[in-house]
């Protein structure tokens, strides 16, 4: 006689709503799941099993974030000679799992009590979801056989000694003296990546380039940021007689959107970071959305709660942040200098920060105005030749009469020639400089 209870549930027949049963059991201690038996314990079986067998597998891998595939085994047995499926759930380790239609609230949440499945509350979420940060950076690596030389290496650069008695300080190592998961994203062996991509326009149509890199995360953050400089293209404007370069994205913007995605990603998931170059901006995509209780304004205002708080202490000691917190909120402040913004955009399990090219100028279906070059060409000819006028300029910069006005007037607006003469016999000259 089957009866319900804390580890078992009765199903008559397959449907929707057992999705709910699932997930409260991966919430909480496991159990099984019968579908072919009445609540009273009546086995009934099922008419079509391989049909319900295939659904149920399908409900499993789409209808329940995280993936709980691996903790879950689907049985075909017969009871009375009844065919009757047996759902075996374990007790899974990616607490809290979701509805994915409902995403991480009460609705989409469940744990097992008594013989019932019940939401849970916010309140709770948010307890699961910290104790699961939590486990992860101190469960046992699957990987025992961990070597160190790019972490001792990085150390060593702050003048900071690291050796074998530190690594149970830092976490690296428990109290068994078994690696931790820490120690696995910090080692050599780290089985996670960051994936860059280049495109050759605003969208994925064609790529330019694509690097993957590997290692420990410190070696991947410094591999990452040394190729994203190489594509930060620098471009300058003369002030004052004065060339001002400034790169197509701030240093420091571009540096925090990296260690921001590898600190806060949620390393539950196995997919890599996405870093995207496109011609008017860069995304960087990571695995793991907000801190539930957090919002995007609380992030940019500076409230921090780490997802992996013993990676961060890492990187704090090594100097590659300063103020815990403060990071997007420094980043948001540089954009204004460009009257420009970053984007923050979130899913439940990604976390993308988009930043403009603060040099990017739109194509029109008139001439790209490249400011700096053109300009820059009349006065290299000016101070060779003492003068120029409008004819000189059309050729030397192969543009239309009107374009070629309107940049010697722009010269001209900004102080950096003047004008001589008039009619047919106008010329230019440099500002203050007379012939």
Known sequence: MFTESEYIELKEKLTKDIKKEIIAFANSKGGTIYIGIQDNGNVVGLDNISKDMESLSGMIREGIKSDLTLYTKIHNIDLFGKEVIELKISNAPNKPYYLSDKGLKPSGVYIRHGNVSVPVSEENIIKMLKEQHDIFETEISHDQDLSFTYLTKKFESVNLKLDKS??????????????????????????????????????????????????????????????????????????????????????????????????????NFTGSILISVFDDRIEVNSLGGLMLGLTIEDIISGTSQSRNKNLS??????????????????????????????IISVTDNTFK??????????????????????????????????????????????????RSKQIISEMISENLIERKGNGRSTYYILKGEEK
Do not use: W
């Open 166 to 267: 530190k690594y149970k300080v830092l976490n690296i190592l428990d109290n068994n003296n078994y690696y931790t998961n820490l120690g696995l994203l910090l080692s050599n062996e780290c089985p996670y990546t960051i994936k860059c991509a280049v495109f050759n326009c605003k969208n994925k149509i064609e790529f330019r380039d694509r690097k993957e890199f590997t290692g420990s995360l410190l070696k991947q953050l410094d591999d990452t940021l040394k190729y994203l400089n190489l594509v930060n293209r620098i471009k300058g404007k003369i002030e004052n007689f004065q060339r001002i370069d400034t790169k197509d994205y701030p240093d420091f913007a571009l540096r925090e959107a990296v260690l921001n995605a590898i600190i806060h990603r949620n390393y």
């Open 353 to 402: 920060i988009t930043l403009p090219n603060v040099n990017y100028i739109e194509e029109t279906k008139q001439d790209i105005i490249i400011k700096l070059p053109q300009k820059e060409i009349i006065l290299n000819y000016i101070k060779e030749n003492k003068r120029i006028n409008r004819e000189i300029v059309d050729k030397l910069l192969s543009v239309s009469t009107a």
């Open 313 to 342: 202490n890492i990187f704090y000691r090594l100097k590659f942040i300063e103020n815990f917190g403060t990071g997007i909120g420094r980043m948001f402040d540089i954009y204004k200098e460009y009257n420009l913004e970053p």
